[in-house]
């Protein structure tokens, strides 16, 4: 059975950094692109970042780029999401996702193109 589990989230005061982690299991990342979504209360999930199966390519929301790094480890079967200089609207619960693809070098961080889907993990930025 497909699973991702993420963990990694807390509470962080502005200007601090968390690395949020996804574990799979039932399946081998390979083939997979994965994405990293949020969801603040009362607002619609967004797409934060993807990474493409190949491991070449990401793509970046404009609110976090230069801020967050996604990566993945297929060894491992984890990927991850380094968030630095977070803000307060940051605030989410973050969730990652997979969608197999015979697209190796290319991803887009639309919710709709991800079919697995983690429980969520709650990251808090607040001073």
């Known amino acids: 059975q497909l699973q991702l589990v993420e963990t990694g989230g807390g509470l962080v005061q502005p200007g601090g950094s968390l690395r949020l982690s996804c574990a799979a299991s039932?399946?081998?990342?390979?083939?997979?692109?994965l994405g990293w979504f949020r969801q603040a209360p009362g607002a619609e999930r967004e797409g934060v970042s993807c990474?493409?199966?190949?491991?070449?390519?990401?793509n970046y929301a404009g609110s976090v780029k230069g801020r967050f790094t996604m990566s993945r480890d297929n060894g491992k079967n984890t990927v991850y999401l380094q968030m630095n200089n977070l803000k307060p609207e940051d605030t989410a619960v973050y969730y990652c996702?997979?969608?197999?693809?015979?697209?190796?070098?290319?991803?887009?961080?639309?919710?709709?193109?991800?079919?697995?889907w983690g429980q969520g993990t709650q990251v808090t930025v607040s001073s």
């Open positions: 039932g399946f081998a990342l390979d083939d997979y692109a």
């Open positions: 990474i493409s199966s190949s491991g070449d390519m990401t």
């Open positions: 996702a997979a969608e197999i693809t015979n697209v190796r070098h290319m991803c887009l961080p639309l919710p709709d193109d991800f079919g697995s």
